[in-house]
């Protein structure tokens, strides 16, 4: 580490203080209700949803919460995978839990290359790979890169000419929502994402019967009042404890929001000059918590070790694909050249409030 400056972590989660949760802690004091859908957690839902819409423009938006982003995806994909096919085509880089999520709905994930200038799987990619496969899909699984606005006109399209259910892993997206459809848009509410209440997750839709069988599956298959399991599902909801949060967080989202964007835009000019570019739109565009940098080939083993001289964090988010991971490197998959190339490059750099203009001045003075 150069002189005597203090290290800078690449991550440092910041949720509600505890005054700003008590009101809605005394709330579950007086009802004493906990769990199963109290009235905190469908305030926290209708809160959700009426916000979503208003950015997105469209009306009859539905929130349906989650134990966590993982649980989301796979309880929109049990809901929409097409029965009696078992592949489901999903993006090699990614966090590794959207390969779990497609293991856990009974589905075999069928690993695909990412367009290189969005870190993200398209249709055209998709179309290519379904024409390597045995059978069709029973689902395609897009997911949003790093919190970046998903294309939904353009799956919309792609599932109107194919018939195949699209499910979106939208983890970090949930401020960058663009259009809500009939699809379901899956995010994360962990700790490390904008909208953070800890752990949790939610499933967004404007489609209120799907709606309906995502809160089934939230709680053993339940429909309406009757405690009888119409379909296997599982226990995936969320504490009035979590939702107290959810609700904190909510009251102040948007300004939250906006102190994240001028910390990008104070990345983006410290790295104007840079050989280093930012992830499109990441930071300026829109609000993230993971903000990555691509590094070109030639200069990625020097800009890491003078981070690392400088007591700099940085993290590869996905790491190099799910196939590198031994869990599933024997899966099915089309050719990678995009995302061996491209996953070693994508660094995660320090992001959090609170990270100062000169910390900043200092990474950017690493990526030279």
């Not at 991550?11 to 009101?23: C, D, I, K």
């Not at 967080?249 to 300004?255: E, P």
Request: aromatic share 6%; proline share 6%.
């Amino acid at each position: 580490m150069s002189g005597l400056a203090a290290p800078i972590v690449v991550l440092r989660p910041l949720l509600p203080t505890s005054a700003e949760v008590l009101p809605f802690l005394n709330r579950i004091d007086a009802t004493r209700i906990y769990s199963n859908y109290g009235p905190l957690c469908l305030e926290m839902q209708q809160g959700m949803a009426r916000w979503l819409g208003a950015k997105a423009g469209v009306e009859g938006v539905r929130v349906v919460t989650a134990s966590s982003g993982t649980t989301a995806i796979e309880i929109a994909l049990r809901a929409r995978a097409l029965p009696g096919r078992r592949f489901c085509l999903m993006p090699s880089f990614t966090f590794i839990a959207s390969a779990h999520a497609v293991c856990n709905a009974g589905l075999e994930p069928v690993l695909t290359d990412v367009e290189e200038g969005r870190f993200t799987l398209t249709p055209a990619l998709a179309e290519a790979a379904m024409a390597e496969l045995p059978e069709p899909p029973a689902a395609v699984l897009v997911v949003s890169a790093f919190g970046a606005p998903p294309d939904v006109a353009g799956w919309e399209a792609f599932e109107a000419k194919h018939g195949i259910p699209v499910v979106f892993d939208a983890a970090a997206a949930v401020t960058s929502l663009r259009r809500i459809g009939h699809q379901p848009l899956a995010v994360s509410l962990h700790a490390t994402k904008v909208f953070g209440i800890g752990e949790g997750g939610a499933v967004i839709t404007t489609d209120h019967a799907l709606a309906d069988r995502l809160v089934a599956n939230t709680g053993f298959g339940f429909a309406g009042t009757e405690r009888v399991s119409a379909e296997r599902a599982g226990n995936y909801r969320i504490s009035e404890y979590a939702a107290a949060v959810g609700l904190a967080v909510l009251a102040g989202i948007d300004a939250k929001e906006q102190r994240l964007l001028r910390l990008g835009q104070l990345y983006a000019e410290a790295l104007r000059n840079s050989p280093c570019r930012l992830q499109q739109g990441a930071g300026t565009e829109w609000a993230t918590m993971t903000l990555n940098v691509v590094i070109p080939r030639d200069r990625l083993e020097g800009s890491l070790a003078r981070l690392d001289a400088d007591g700099i964090q940085w993290r590869r988010w996905w790491g190099l694909g799910t196939h590198h991971h031994p869990a599933f490197r024997d899966l099915r998959r089309t050719a990678l050249p995009v995302t061996e190339e491209l996953a070693p490059r994508v660094i995660g750099l320090p992001f959090y409030e609170g990270l100062t203009e000169g910390e900043i001045a200092r990474v950017a003075e690493a990526l030279r």
